[in-house]
């Protein structure tokens, strides 16, 4: 069995960063409490309990004086005010690239702009670009429910309307959203705010589905990208399977492929990848010859 390994695999700068400014701060010995989960991988986030990571749900819980840690998807501005007036010693772990969609938000708004965002209206990166909204704001999450949004509804034009995303959206989606709201709004802006990491992963794992028989891709299960990954191979027509960690591998289904392509979420550790090859090695062994690539 040959095994193809996505290139780029794994943590996006983004959440490495955050990890590393994380692991930073807990190294000095005190608790840290993290603003929702830091990152979307169980496993990982285990590992970071174990060195005095404490997550809480929201910032109400965190205590006066304590140490405070946002995670790579941000919070709205709100969030941070609340934390200062505790007098928390805030540790931002924002993704610079989400740090940019927010700002274009925030722009849009000032301009007078209705602000429609393509997103998982409960993911808490979108959650967070909403607090940098002053004005009215929109989520949709496909054309269709654009088109079918109260303001459409409501009035059928929109005078000025701009368009951000999520950062882990398609382009496709992306441009068809924008496609539909040319003909939607008087006048429309625009900002491609999809961070490059996501588009290069989308992009390796297109590449990698046309030439393997099946492709497994490695992600905390509530990980929106790589869902997007698992939906991108199978899409392509290629067969997928969507694991956590090196435990869920399927032995089955790796029987009789002669090639198998690895890919993992922009949130998945490199010791989770290494551990879940180095599995599929070992099956593969038992099936016969093994390369790697």
């Known amino acids: 069995m040959k095994i193809l390994k996505a290139d780029p695999i794994g943590m996006c700068f983004g959440v490495r960063r955050a990890i590393e400014t994380l692991e930073k701060a807990l190294s000095g010995g005190k608790t840290v409490y993290a603003i929702g989960s830091p990152i979307h991988n169980p496993q990982e986030v285990e590992r970071l309990r174990a060195k005095g990571l404490l997550v809480v749900e929201n910032e109400e819980t965190v205590p006066e004086g304590a140490v405070a840690f946002i995670r790579a998807h941000g919070v709205a501005p709100a969030v941070i005010e609340r934390l200062e007036r505790k007098g928390a010693t805030i540790i931002d772990g924002t993704c610079p690239f989400v740090r940019v969609v927010q700002t274009r938000a925030r722009e849009l708004s000032d301009a007078g702009y209705h602000v429609l965002i393509l997103g998982d209206e409960k993911h808490p990166e979108v959650a967070g670009i909403l607090g940098y909204v002053r004005g009215s ?88 990208n790589t869902a997007k990954l698992c939906r991108i191979a199978r899409d392509s027509g290629c067969p997928a399977q969507r694991i956590e960690h090196a435990g869920e591998l399927d032995e089955t289904w790796l029987n009789g492929k002669k090639s198998i392509g690895v890919a993992a979420g922009a949130s998945t550790p490199d010791w989770l990848i290494d551990q879940s090859i180095r599995a599929i090695e070992e099956i593969a062994g038992r099936q016969g010859d093994v390369s790697n690539e």
């Open 137 to 224: 704001a929109t989520v949709i999450s496909s054309v269709s429910a654009f088109l079918n949004s109260t303001i459409i509804q409501k009035s059928g034009r929109i005078p000025k309307l701009g368009l951000v995303s999520q950062t882990t959206q398609q382009h496709r989606l992306l441009a068809e959203v924008a496609q539909a709201a040319v003909g939607r709004a008087d006048e429309l802006r625009v900002f491609n705010t999809i961070c490059h990491a996501t588009r290069e992963r989308q992009q390796a794992v297109a590449e990698l589905a046309a030439k393997t028989e099946g492709l497994i891709v490695i992600g905390g299960h509530d990980s929106a």
